[in-house]
């Protein structure tokens, strides 16, 4: 049997759970759900960018790229025989420890250990790991103790050296050399599975001579995780003993005893029935068999991890009152409203009482939501962004992580009824900068009139925001910069960070608090989300299923579409359930022959799914965009996706406004 070694990376694990340990790795045993998710790859691909820009500040390093733990240690240790030698991806072992050090350089008897991480901070912050209480501070800490194991591993595999640990991170102060310089950073994903970046041959000492990443001393901090307690009020445990026990029981392959906390609710080892039907165990289920004595019926009640923004899960936990069946309305000290609709906690409330009675019915406060709705003025306006923040900038003269707008829609409800997508944009330029642009083309969308604009969440008021201060701050002029402005405080309210202070005339109206307020259906399971609520009104609203089971959108003589034709929005799946519309939308290279299929699975494409239905899949498609050399039906086809998708984003808008509006005649 091979030896199994605690990795940084397990290490980081196990500091989640360490029962987690015991399932990590085993693909083929055990479901993990992070392997899935687009969003968290988008971000991994973030990571594997950055990890090779910071190779690119130490010119003449060695690249240790061998999987195998032999082969990269013996690579390793010659390199080491060196005097003065920088290494990538070191490998070092001491006992049952085994990391690869992203970037560790040798002086003579000093070794640094850099440790790159897709993280931004602001260089010009004082202490910006340690909180006011001398500690610290919550956000950081996973991050230095990642650090921090590494130095301990460095530490004992060589006795005679300094070992000095650091951080390298995207500095928010620092500014982008040059234009493109995300797109000399290309990843892509193997056959194997696994990701790579390949680094443009055209990268110019110009695109390096401004560092975007900034080497942060640790040493400090690791020294503070060294003498904390790594236990809990019980057990007194020091970082050392941590770590061992971690290694140990990682090597016999033997679970951990954790305990049952609200942390559970996001495990990633949860299977699907799906996943299960294909084999799949569960890890979730079977530390809740394991700890609570559950059995296969007890994951078919519902449980206090889905009571919407619940904040006392671990209290209930340790009572052993995890269902919704054992719940009373003391525990949640219901409180009514200041504002209009209902409160958290009596949402809180009605989501565990329809539970109690098994009452699978919408909830709709038909007086109050009637009322919101009467002093909304046609025609209305529903609009949705697609924005990113990438940590190596697109553009020059751009901070890491600073906010790109490249996509929105736009759909309009008129007094009569009448409704149409009245407009779009997406950036399909390589290179530009999109978002004064963006700012521009909304502009002309939204001022013809005085109607009431609507979002969900925040996010929209936010990043116009943001806009507004890059306006202000740009230090390239922008002649209309002062209309911009005025279009955005017209439409926005400031929000936190902001110098200023103003509440637009016409500051956009969130259908996400409507909902909150007015607007309840059990099968949302307590989610807000419009992924959730859009199929839960699909399913109620008898109005919205005749009306869009007719193929209307898109139609001659029905609803105006730019990107759809002749569509229908309700389809049925065995059970007679409504489907959710994102999975609805045309897979891309569907109507493409065999030969380019063929040259996507020979990874000649950028992108490797064939599915673009939610947040994390529009972002990374877009950084596909901005490489030039893409085959060009590929970019068409991403185009269009990514036009499909925002679209139905505010359709989905005008959906729920559709059924809202039948409910509270």
Request: hydrophobic letters at 35%; charged letters at 30%.
């Amino acid at each position: 049997m091979n030896q199994r070694y605690l990795t940084k990376s397990r290490f980081k694990l196990a500091q989640e759970c360490p029962a987690k340990l015991f399932y990590t790795g085993k693909k083929e045993e055990y479901a993990d759900q992070k392997i899935e998710d687009s969003f968290l790859e988008a971000l991994a691909e973030g990571g594997y960018q950055v990890g090779e820009l910071a190779k690119c500040y130490y010119p003449g390093g060695h690249n240790i790229s061998t999987l195998d733990y032999e082969d990269a240690l013996k690579q390793t240790n010659e390199l080491l025989k060196l005097e003065k030698v920088v290494i990538f991806e070191a490998a070092v072992r001491y006992k049952s420890f085994f990391i690869r050090a992203d970037i560790l350089v040798k002086n003579g008897k000093h070794i640094e250990l850099i440790e790159v991480k897709a993280k931004s901070f602001n260089s010009s912050d004082a202490d910006v790991f340690i909180g006011s209480k001398g500690g610290l501070t919550g956000k950081w800490k996973p991050y230095l103790e990642d650090a921090a194991f590494q130095k301990y591993v460095l530490t004992k595999a060589f006795p005679g050296y300094i070992v000095s640990a650091f951080l390298m991170l995207a500095d928010k102060d620092s500014r982008c050399p040059t234009d493109g310089l995300n797109q000399k950073f290309r990843c892509k994903k193997g056959r194997d599975g696994r990701l790579t970046v390949a680094v443009s041959p055209n990268l110019t000492q110009e695109d390096i001579s401004k560092r975007i990443l900034s080497k942060v001393n640790v040493n400090e901090c690791c020294e503070i995780i060294y003498e904390e307690n790594c236990g809990n009020k019980n057990e007194s445990l020091s970082f050392v003993e941590l770590v061992d026990m971690y290694a140990e029981y990682y090597a016999a392959d033997r679970k951990f005893v954790s305990p049952i906390t609200k942390i559970c609710k996001d495990c990633e080892f949860r299977a699907t029935q799906e996943k299960k039907a294909q084999g799949l165990k569960s890890g979730y289920e079977e530390c809740f068999k394991e700890r609570l004595g559950w059995t296969d019926a007890d994951f078919l009640e519902p449980n206090i991890f889905e009571i919407w923004d619940f904040r006392k899960k671990d209290k209930f936990i340790q009572a052993s009152r995890m269902k919704i069946a054992q719940l009373t309305e003391d525990d949640f000290g219901v409180k009514s409203s200041e504002k209009a609709g209902i409160s958290r906690t009596e949402r809180q409330w009605l989501q565990v009482q329809k539970v109690q009675a098994k009452d699978d019915t919408c909830w709709i406060d038909k007086e109050g939501l009637a009322l919101e709705m009467s002093k909304w003025v046609y025609p209305l306006h529903f609009i949705d962004f697609e924005t990113s923040m990438v940590a190596i900038p697109f553009n020059k003269n751009r901070h890491p992580y600073e906010g790109i707008a490249f996509q929105f829609s736009h759909h309009v409800v008129y007094q009569d009824g009448t409704i149409e997508h009245h407009g779009e944009y997406l950036n399909t330029v390589p290179g530009a900068f999109p978002n004064y642009d963006f700012i521009r083309c909304l502009k002309m969308e939204l001022e013809g009139d005085n109607g009431s604009i609507f979002r969900y969440t925040s996010h929209e008021n936010t990043f116009l925001n943001h806009i507004y201060r890059q306006l202000q701050d740009d230090i390239n002029s922008v002649p209309d910069s002062r209309e911009l402005l005025d279009f955005i405080r017209s439409i926005t309210h400031s929000s936190g960070g902001s110098l200023e202070e103003w509440k637009g005339k016409r500051d956009m109206l969130d259908l996400w608090e409507f909902e909150k307020q007015y607007y309840y259906d059990p099968s949302t399971k307590g989610s807000n989300s419009i992924k959730q609520v859009l199929p839960a009104i699909l399913n109620s609203s008898k109005y919205l299923q005749k009306k869009y089971a007719e193929p209307v959108y898109g139609a001659v003589g029905g609803i105006k579409s730019h990107n759809y034709k002749d569509w229908k929005w309700i389809d049925y799946d065995e059970n007679g359930k409504v489907k959710d519309p994102y999975y609805l939308l045309p897979k891309l290279f569907a109507d493409y022959p065999d030969e380019y299929i063929a040259m996507l699975d020979e990874g000649l494409f950028f992108s490797d799914s064939d599915e673009l239905h939610n947040g994390g899949a529009a972002l990374t498609a877009y950084a596909r965009l901005q490489f030039e050399e893409m085959i060009p039906r590929e970019r068409e086809e991403l185009e269009k996706a990514l036009l499909k998708y925002c679209e139905l984003d505010t359709f989905a808008m005008v959906m729920i406004y559709e059924g809202w509006r039948e409910m509270v005649k």
